[in-house]
Nanobody, 115 residues
């Protein structure tokens, strides 16, 4: 089982990035898939989730209207489109898959928003 994130980088305030998370060893459409972020010295924060059945989504208040989580079953992948990025969005972003007692995590991708 593996989750591999990509797409992070350095972007100016107001810019956009698209994070990708490709899964192997399980099917993302059967799992609750989420993006979290963490800043050194702070707890990991839930950013967005997409539910396994129905595909409904949920967002942290801080990113509503700016971030969009989506899933592409054919590629067994989940994405996080991030628009109008702010310096406070700077963090390591992690992809997670959860089903009952099973929980998988990627190693994270760094997003830095700075001028």
């Amino acid at each position: 089982v593996q989750l591999v994130e990509s797409g992070g980088g350095l972007v100016q305030p107001g810019g956009s990035l698209r994070l990708s998370c490709v899964a192997s060893g399980f099917t993302v459409s059967s799992y609750l898939m989420s993006w979290y972020r963490q800043v050194p010295g702070k707890e990991r924060e839930l950013v967005a989730s997409i539910f396994n059945f129905g595909g409904s989504t949920n967002y942290a208040d801080s990113v509503k209207g700016r971030f969009t989580i989506s899933r592409e079953n054919a590629k067994n992948a989940v994405y996080l489109q991030m628009n109008n990025l702010k310096p406070e969005d700077t963090a390591v972003y992690y992809c997670s898959g959860t089903f009952l007692s099973l929980e998988y995590w990627g190693k994270g991708t760094q997003v830095t928003v700075s001028s």
